[in-house]
């Protein structure tokens, strides 16, 4: 029986009909077999390079016709934000988009609508080998791409930095990018590669250094710009500085401080660049231009020429101006008597404003804020007028070029005289603003003087004459609103090339009611309030300004959005 069924027992082969039409397919030897696989491997591989080319001309068809600086320097793939992208470079933009897998169908058209990023390269100031090191190694390391440093804006005038990751394993790859990049870079005009600073350690909350040090120092190093830094050490130790310094070393001077510090950087900078050219620096009517730009970071109290300049008080944003080369040629006023240059400056106060610096000032053992405020109050308290003449050369506005808002301004000057003539005003006077530059800042976010420009030429001469206390407050008070702070009466206007102040002597009853605020003008020598900084002077003061006689780094006051900050004084 069971040898009987042996035959049915045992497992059957299953037999393979021959032929093409049903038959088993033959096994791949081994050799074809892997020569298979790495074929596929190579086909997977090449996968999206394949899909880019697949894709370019129709990309190519779609696109509008390559404008000046748009042709193509390099393309290739990198991984951004975990995604694998098709990356473009030309002299103007870097752009990528994502590459995204094959439709089902084999439409391509689905590829397309992956959204593009661009960059602006006028917007990169710094590109770097991204590598990963171990701890404590600083040099060598494994290459994982390119970071591309952008610089940002945001809101309310305020610029800040972001890193863009470009990751792609390769050497040859990322270096060839990086090579390109940075001769990109290269080429943009203005952007500093050296820069002496100065640092003013005792400004506002003797912040500066640490503002420095932890804000705008490593801004300048990713950038690659070389620093000669000086701290300094007591007033006018960064004059003293410039005066022997060889500015053709560097490409621009920045200063780390407040209005008082700025003044003093910018007056030493246009001095040197007058000994420089030969010139007798105790008169100078037509005086040279500064050599380098000047950067302002604002560290002090008060920082009027910062937010004029970036329209906000903020480090970071003043050093990406800088580094990013934004350059703002500037009108700057000197300041002399008959016999000497006393100074160079962007603005002035005498009266009230001086007055209040002056009081400010012997009270410096005072928290600055509460300096600030306590001599604000005090010399309002005990408000007087100076007495003095204002003699000022008017500035005639071309016809073809006024504006409609400036009429009124000009039918006055017409009515007083020609613009070779001086017109005088004698009176007792609160206080005489001179500003060549709209002097913004938190408590006047219009500015002190709104209808002047950075560069226009010509000065703003506001005279405010004595008027009751409550007057006088009401007008302060309209420097925070939307309103017009020169609507009063006893406030008046005009748009000047040249300006002179003669102080009229007290008789020494009147110097007497109040020792203590007009100390300086019982002996005769008369507070002026230049840019936040303090000067003392008796005689007659000649303002001229002089068109565009600095560079400074900023934009235009015209350009910028128009500021939310509010005033926390009145």
Same mark, same amino acid.
Request: aromatic letters at 4%; charged letters at 25%.
């Given at each position: 029986m069971l040898g009987a069924a042996a035959p049915f027992l045992r497992p059957q082969r299953r037999a393979w009909p021959e032929g093409p039409a049903g038959g088993r397919p033959p096994r791949e030897p081994r050799a074809q077999a892997v020569a298979v696989g790495a074929a596929r491997a190579r086909s997977s591989a090449a996968a999206p390079e394949e899909r880019r080319r697949r894709v370019a001309p129709l990309a190519a068809a779609a696109a509008p016709p390559a404008e000046a600086g748009e042709e193509p320097l390099l393309r290739g793939i990198f991984e951004i934000s975990k995604r694998s992208c098709d990356v473009v470079l030309s002299a103007r933009r870097l752009r990528w988009s994502p590459i995204l897998p094959e439709s089902p169908t084999g439409d391509s058209s689905m590829v397309l609508q992956a959204q593009e990023e661009i960059i602006e390269m006028k917007d990169v100031f710094s590109v770097k080998l991204k590598r990963r090191r171990f701890v404590g190694q600083k040099k060598g390391g494994t290459l994982l791409g390119i970071t591309i440093f952008k610089c940002l804006n945001k809101e309310e005038n305020k610029l800040t930095d972001c890193a863009i990751h470009l990751n792609n394993l390769s050497e040859d790859h990322c270096h060839s990018w990086f090579r390109h990049l940075k001769e990109i870079l290269n080429g943009f005009q203005n952007r500093p590669k050296s820069l002496k600073v100065f640092v003013n350690p005792s400004s506002h909350k003797r912040e500066a250094t640490h503002v420095y040090y932890e804000q705008v120092a490593p801004l300048f190093k990713l950038a690659d710009i070389k620093t000669d830094v000086t701290v300094t050490e007591y007033e006018g130790h960064a004059l003293s500085v410039l005066k022997e310094c060889e500015l053709q070393a560097f490409d621009g001077v920045v200063c780390v401080g407040g209005d008082g510090s700025v003044n003093e950087v910018a007056h030493g900078l246009l001095l040197k660049a007058q000994i420089d050219a030969g010139k007798d620096t105790d008169y100078i009517p037509m005086p040279v231009r500064a050599p380098v730009p000047l950067g302002v970071i604002p560290a002090g109290t008060t920082n009027i020429l910062a937010y004029t300049l970036y329209g906000i008080k903020h480090a970071v944003t003043a050093t990406l101006h800088i580094v990013m080369g934004h350059i703002q040629p500037v009108d700057v006023c000197t300041f002399s008597t008959a016999s000497k240059l006393l100074r160079f400056g962007f603005s002035a106060m005498f009266g009230f404003g001086a007055r209040t610096l002056a009081l400010a000032e012997k009270h410096r053992w005072m928290p600055s804020n509460q300096r600030k405020d306590f001599a604000f109050i005090?010399?309002?308290?005990?408000? %007087?007028? *100076?007495?003095?003449?204002?003699?000022?050369?008017?500035? !005639?506005?071309?016809?073809?070029?006024? @504006?409609?808002?400036?009429?009124? %301004?000009? *039918?006055?000057?017409?009515?007083?005289?020609?613009?070779? !003539?001086?017109?005088?005003?004698?009176? @007792?006077?609160?206080?005489?603003?001179?500003?060549?530059?709209?002097?913004?800042?938190?408590?006047?976010?219009?500015?002190?003087?709104?209808?002047?420009?950075?560069?226009?030429?010509?000065?703003?001469?506001?005279?405010?004459?004595n008027t009751s206390r409550t007057g006088f407050i009401k007008h302060l008070k309209r420097y925070a609103s939307v309103k017009n702070q020169f609507n009063f009466p006893f406030v008046e206007t005009y748009t000047v090339q040249e300006v002179k102040v003669q102080p009229r002597l007290k008789s020494g009853l009147d110097a007497k009611e109040n020792t203590y605020l007009n100390a300086a003008s019982a002996e005769g020598n008369y507070p002026w309030n230049i840019d936040g900084d303090l000067m003392k002077e008796a005689s007659e003061v000649h303002v001229r300004v002089h068109p565009q006689l600095i560079n400074l780094y900023g934009v235009n006051t015209d350009d910028l959005e128009s500021s939310q900050a509010s005033c926390n004084c009145i």
């Open positions: 005090k010399t309002l308290a005990d408000l %007087k007028p *100076e007495e003095c003449e204002l003699s000022f050369l008017p500035l !005639q506005i071309p016809q073809e070029n006024s @504006h409609e808002s400036d009429r009124k %301004k000009k *039918e006055k000057i017409k009515k007083k005289g020609s613009k070779d !003539q001086w017109h005088k005003i004698q009176g @007792h006077f609160l206080n005489v603003s001179i500003m060549a530059i709209p002097c913004l800042c938190s408590m006047a976010p219009r500015g002190l003087a709104p209808n002047t420009r950075l560069n226009n030429g010509s000065m703003a001469l506001i005279v405010v004459q």
